[in-house]
Structure formats: C-alpha cells, structure tokens
C-alpha cells in the first residue's frame, strides 16, 4: 500500500532524492552531484541535461530501494532563480541553465534602475532589480544565444526555473511552475489584479521576455500532474521553492515565525500570512505557498554566499580538507585574532544589494592562521544575519527566535554564535534537511494523506533543540563593530 511521498531535492551543488514515511523518517535516498560550470568571473552554469539526468537516477535508486509500490505521491523542491532555457519541441536544452548566482545582468539591472522602473517593479512584484532574478537572465539569453533567440522567433521557446524543467521532462511535456518559483522571477504580481495568478504581460514587455514561452503558473501543492518514468503512474502532488519549501519543513506556519536555512547561501524567510508583504528597508515579498489559488506569503532576506564561502576555503585555497573542519577549528582559538571576513565572493545580497561588491578578508597579521580564517568564516554567518535581522525588525517583523536549517546548521559552534550575536533563542531540529522535508509534507497535504500542513508538521517535523544568548556584550559589540567596518572596504 502506498504509504511514502518521494521528494526531488534539485539544489545548487547536488540533487537528491529522498522517501519519507509519514513518521518523517528517512525510507531511502540517493544523491549525486552537480557540476559547477564557471566560464568567466560572475558568472555560474549548469548542464540542463545533467540536472535532469541526475534527478531521474536518484529518482530510481530511491525508488527502487522504498518500492515503487509504496510511493502515494512525489514532491519537487528546487534551487530556485536559475533559467532553463529549452526546446518545446524536442524537449532538449537550447543552452546551459544559467544559475541564481551568476551576475551577468547587472549592466542591465542598473540600465532598469536608472530609467526609473525599480520601485514599480518592487511595488508589484516584492523584488529588486538584481542579477539575481530570473527575469534578466531570459532576457540574456535571447540577447546572446543564437539557438534560445531562433525558438523563440519560431515559437518553439520554454522557459522555466528548475522546477519546471523537471515536472516538464518528468511528464513529458507539462509546462508549469509553481507560484513561489514564479514569484521569483521579476514576471510575476504577487497580487493578481485578475485573479488568475499568471505572468504579468507588463512585466514581461519590461523585462523584454516573450509570455508565450513561460509556463502555467499554478499551487504549490494539490494534484498538479502525474509521471510514469518510475513505472506506475504516481501523482505529482507539490512543486515548491527551497526555501519557501524549508519554511514549511520548519513548522513557520504561523505569522511572524521565522527560519533560516544555510546552504550555499543563507536565506531568512519570515511568515507574512496573507498580507501582502512590502519592505522598507530591501527586503523582498514572496509567495510562501498557494493552495486552491489561495496565497500565503513570505518576507524574505538574502544572502549569497554561506556554505560556499567553506567550500572555496576548501576547494580553492586549500586551507582545510572537509566543512566539518571548522566547528574544531572555530573552538580551537579564544576568537578570530581580528580577522573579519566580508563573503562578497558573488555580491552582496539584502539588504545591501551591492552586485558589485567583492569578498574582503580584513584584519590579517603574522598571528592569523588557518584557525583565525575558519573561524571568521562561521562568524560571517551571525554577521549577515544580523544585518538581516535589523532589516527584518524595521519592516515590523522583529524576530523572537529563528528557528535554523541547512547543512552549515549541523555546526554547534555556528548555531550557537548566531543565538549570542542576535540575541534570540535559535532552534534547530533534529533534521537539518528540511528543505526536502518540507517538500514531503506539502506531497502528504497533496495527496490526501494529512488533511493540514499543521497535522503533517506534527507527525512528521521531529525534535528540536535550542540555543540561549550567552556572549558578553563587550565582545558581541566590538564583533559588530569591526564588521561594520570592514563592509565599507568591499
């Protein structure tokens, strides 16, 4: 009898697929990684292909390894931002995906931004004109590629996050997006003057994107479509962004209840309800979920570079073999010998929103080892989010405690620097992932298998533990400090 929901995780660096029972547990998973394509400074690719590919063996290898026979429903939760360009016809990518980190539109973000269209934009579609957003790399692509423009002008063009390349090669030819990848894009109104919660024409005119290559913009969760590249026919029940999706893995369904997840980056998302969220201070409104056209909504924060500001001191400089390094390293000196760390290693992100910041390491001296840097990196964490933090406050959503996720959040150390320098109680569950999590309950609801989200939180979330406030205000302030001005060199 069916009784697990297999969620696609298509991040930034891997896929995964993973099997939840309705207890949360872990049934099986599969995971490979993602290649990383960098062809000039700023600018970050993936193979389409590959992703797809991937996504299917961990598919089947989790499949396979739970019984196909035992999945009721399959949730899709990806990175979200990066382009897919591909022919509608064929099914195949026109060219490589361009990634949510790449900057190669920021000549035409500040050519927007100069001609005035910002605050319209930010007014209707809760975002700012950054590289960041989907919208800018299509228009890149039909600027630069000659085979993305040629289907274009033949009418063969799709266009779609990752989200959408998935469900479409998974069902084999659905052409959808859900509304917290759409809402992503620069495309989308987060309130529908007509009700139908599709691409905005205006929007796209703007952005010089045409709406005929974009896909249908539907819930996050409900019956949205069916595959059978596993065998049977097997519902796909959730789509969702990761970050919207870790959201719902960490039970924030109430307004005002934040997370933060730490993965290649670092995002804060805070639970608006249904108020359409509108920031002050260059913060950014999302959808959170839409169920039977209905919408919640999300404040959003974020950061570019968190976990991959670990994995270039690893994989670049070579100062230290695995991630897992840090946490022994950070507590193996009394602090970071005043070294401050600005991870401006793509940008800065909110509220800053500098496309041309670059990373700065301040604060060196012939003390300064591989200790010092490693910690600087983990204290760049607490950093950023405090900026975060102050933004978020001054928009009217001051934090009571943040409740953390991601790979980076496994560090005690970091999990507890993040509790002393923003002064609140951080929460971690037991299951880190939750982004992939979150994917599963939304498939459960979807299916029928918990008639809430709250219900599916409450069988499925697991234990939490908690960090207190317990730096000194002396050192908490003299970090901020030397933070503060090490921002003014990037």
């Known amino acids: 009898m069916p ?18 029972d309705m207890a949360g547990g872990v049934a099986a998973g599969a995971q490979r990684t993602l ?124 266009f779609g996050t990752v989200e959408s390349w998935l469900v479409w090669k998974l069902t084999g030819g659905a052409h959808l997006s859900d509304a917290s990848n759409a809402s992503r894009t620069l495309l989308l109104a987060l309130a529908s003057d007509s009700g139908r919660h599709q691409f905005d024409r205006g929007l796209c005119d703007l952005f010089g994107v045409p709406a005929s290559a974009l896909p249908q913009v539907i819930d996050t969760h409900g019956t949205l479509a069916e595959t059978a590249v596993l065998g049977p026919a097997i519902p796909i029940t959730a789509m969702i962004g990761d970050q919207q999706s870790a959201t719902i893995g960490q039970g924030c369904f109430a307004p005002g209840e934040t997370k933060a997840t730490y993965g290649t980056g670092a995002f804060v998302l805070t639970n608006m309800g249904e108020a359409l969220p509108a920031s002050a201070n260059r913060l950014l409104g999302t959808v959170l979920t839409q169920e039977a056209g209905r919408r919640t909504y999300a404040l959003e924060g974020s950061v570019f570079v968190a976990g991959s500001l670990v994995q270039w001191l690893r994989d670049t400089l070579g100062l230290i073999s695995s991630a897992a390094e840090t946490e022994a390293l950070a507590r193996s000196v009394p602090d970071s010998g005043g070294v401050t760390i600005v991870p401006a290693l793509s940008g800065l992100g909110a509220p800053h929103w500098n496309a041309e ?34 933004a978020f406050a001054a928009d009217g959503a001051q934090w009571s405690a943040l409740r953390i996720d991601g790979g980076m959040s496994a560090n005690d150390w970091m999990a507890q620097d993040l509790a002393d320098v923003l002064e609140v109680p951080v929460e971690r569950p037991d299951m880190v992932e939750t982004t992939a999590l979150g994917a599963g309950m939304l498939a459960a609801v979807g299916a029928g298998m918990f008639a809430s989200l709250a219900e599916a939180a409450g069988a499925m979330r697991g234990a939490v533990r908690t960090f207190e406030p317990a730096m000194e205000q002396t050192v908490r302030a003299e970090r901020l400090a030397r933070w503060k001005k090490a921002l003014t060199a990037v």
């Open 3 to 20: 009784d697990h929901v297999l969620v696609l995780d298509s991040g930034t660096t891997s896929t995964r697929a993973i099997a939840f």
């Open 35 to 158: 290649t990383q394509h960098y062809p000039r400074p700023g600018w970050v690719e993936h193979d389409p292909q590959e992703i797809w590919l991937h996504t299917l063996a961990c598919a089947q290898d989790a499949a396979r390894a739970v019984g196909v026979d035992r999945i009721a429903a399959i949730g899709v939760t990806n990175q979200r931002e990066t382009v897919v360009a591909w022919d509608r016809d064929s099914g195949e990518p026109l060219a490589r995906a361009i990634v949510w980190q790449d900057r190669r539109t920021a000549d035409f973000c500040a050519e927007l931004k100069a001609r005035g269209h910002e605050p319209e934009v930010q007014r209707r579609t809760g975002l700012l004109l950054d590289p960041y957003f989907s919208g800018t790399k299509m228009r890149w692509l039909l600027d630069n590629d000659g085979q993305v423009r040629a289907a274009a002008e033949a009418g063969r063009l799709s």
């Open 357 to 390: 910041a670059r990373g700065v390491i301040a604060g060196l001296s012939f003390a300064s080892g591989t200790a010092q840097i490693a910690r600087a990196a983990l204290e760049a964490m607490a950093h950023q989010t405090f900026d975060l933090a102050r």
